[in-house]
């Protein structure tokens, strides 16, 4: 599975970005889609995820209420729409698949907040 993320730029605090992340293969829908960051410094970290069956989704506390992550499947696609974002969400942004323990991550895409 190759997984190609976008979306990421510069960005004031209050603002809002829209990522997203394409992958190959015909079997996304099986897939448990994620974003991670990692902030300079810092362990990367779970942003949001959403499962297959009933696309079930839990968020890192700090973006809850502020960050929405949804899935295309007929697009192969997962989405991560964040609003009223904050200077301490600056990172590196990065996709991740999982089907039955295989993990495959994504490029990456940096988000800078910054007035």
């Known amino acids: 599975v190759q997984l190609q993320a976008s979306g990421g730029g510069l960005v004031q605090p209050g603002g809002s970005l829209r990522l997203s992340c394409v992958a190959s293969?015909?079997?996304?829908?099986?897939?448990?889609m994620s974003w991670f960051r990692q902030a300079p410094g810092k362990q990367r970290e779970l942003v949001a995820r959403?499962?297959?069956?009933?696309?079930?989704?839990n968020y890192l506390e700090s973006v809850k209420g502020r960050f929405t992550i949804s899935r295309g499947n007929a697009k192969n696609s997962v989405y991560l729409q964040m609003n009223w974002l904050e200077p301490e969400d600056t990172a590196v942004y990065y996709c991740?698949?999982?089907?039955?323990?295989?993990?495959?991550w994504g490029q990456g895409t940096l988000v800078t907040v910054s007035s």
């Open positions: 959403i499962l297959t069956n009933d696309e079930s989704t």
């Open positions: 293969g015909t079997a996304f829908k099986m897939y448990a």
């Open positions: 991740n698949a999982v089907l039955s323990g295989s993990g495959y």
